[in-house]
């Protein structure tokens, strides 16, 4: 079974700062994906970026962008100037890519990180 | 695009009765929803996975007969939990995937906060 693992309960910056979450996991499978997901206090989940892990380039959208290095099982996420909108809950994911062929398609969720932005 | 709604956001029941909660894709046809829990200060764990039209795939450790969930359209799952106690208070959220849209990504539902007393 697959395993995400979050190792920062909470993290703070200060605003216009870079922070960076970390994010490991554990799978015996090839070919998946990777996602950040945000959950501000409304609850609302929310997909920051996600990367295919047979993609060698690290995704990038707008000010986030990850470290993933597939063979360390570790997937972080940088958020560059941060903004006071960015305070939220940050869950790390994970997602066979191929589901109907002994995969899940279900999402696998860490335990999240609680990131406070300071102004 | 890609909006998920789930109704109602915020439900109170008594300890023994029964309480549905709708999630719906509004723009979309959901071929697959899934039905996640979540306690506070923790992370999303799925209950269910439910495709149109046949029975949801429970995930281990989660009542069948509990919760029960229903994906009749490609529109509309719902979920009810049956006999409701007081640990059964949670926050409830609903994604759903269209498969001719995106190959990996779930669009969520704003959730639904039970409170059992």
């Known amino acids: 079974a697959q395993t995400v693992t979050q190792s920062q309960p909470e993290m703070s910056v200060q605003e216009a700062e870079t922070v960076t979450l970390s994010c490991t996991y554990d799978?015996?499978?090839?070919?998946?994906?990777l996602f950040w997901y945000k959950q501000p206090p409304s609850r609302q989940m929310i997909l920051v970026i996600r990367?295919?892990?047979?993609?060698?380039q690290n995704a990038t959208e707008n000010r986030f962008s990850v470290n993933f290095q597939k063979a360390a099982k570790s997937f972080s996420l940088k958020i560059s100037d941060s903004q006071l909108g960015d305070a939220a809950m940050y869950f790390c994911?994970?997602?066979?890519?191929?589901?109907?062929?002994?995969?899940?398609?279900?999402?696998?969720f860490g335990k999240g990180t609680k990131l406070t932005v300071n102004p | 695009g890609a909006v998920v709604s789930q109704h109602p956001s915020w439900v109170i029941c008594k300890s023994g009765t029964s309480v549905k909660i709708e999630c719906r894709s509004l723009?979309?046809?959901?071929?697959?929803m899934f039905w996640y829990r979540q306690f506070p200060k923790q992370s999303l764990m799925l209950m269910a996975t439910?495709?149109?039209?046949?029975?949801?795939?429970?995930e281990q450790g989660v009542e069948k007969d509990k919760f029960l969930i229903n994906h009749a359209s490609l529109t509309l799952s719902t979920l009810t939990v049956t006999s409701a106690h007081p640990e059964d208070s949670s926050f409830y959220i609903c994604?759903?995937?269209?498969?001719?849209?995106?190959?990996?990504?779930?669009?969520f539902g704003p959730g639904t906060r039970l409170t059992v007393t």
């Open positions: 723009d979309f046809q959901a071929t697959t």
């Open positions: 994604s759903a995937r269209d498969f001719g849209r995106s190959l990996y990504e779930q669009y």
């Open positions: 990367q295919e892990a047979y993609k060698q």
């Open positions: 994911a994970y997602r066979s890519a191929h589901p109907t062929q002994g995969g899940s398609e279900k999402l696998v």
């Open positions: 439910s495709n149109e039209g046949s029975k949801a795939t429970y």
């Open positions: 799978t015996s499978e090839s070919d998946y994906y």
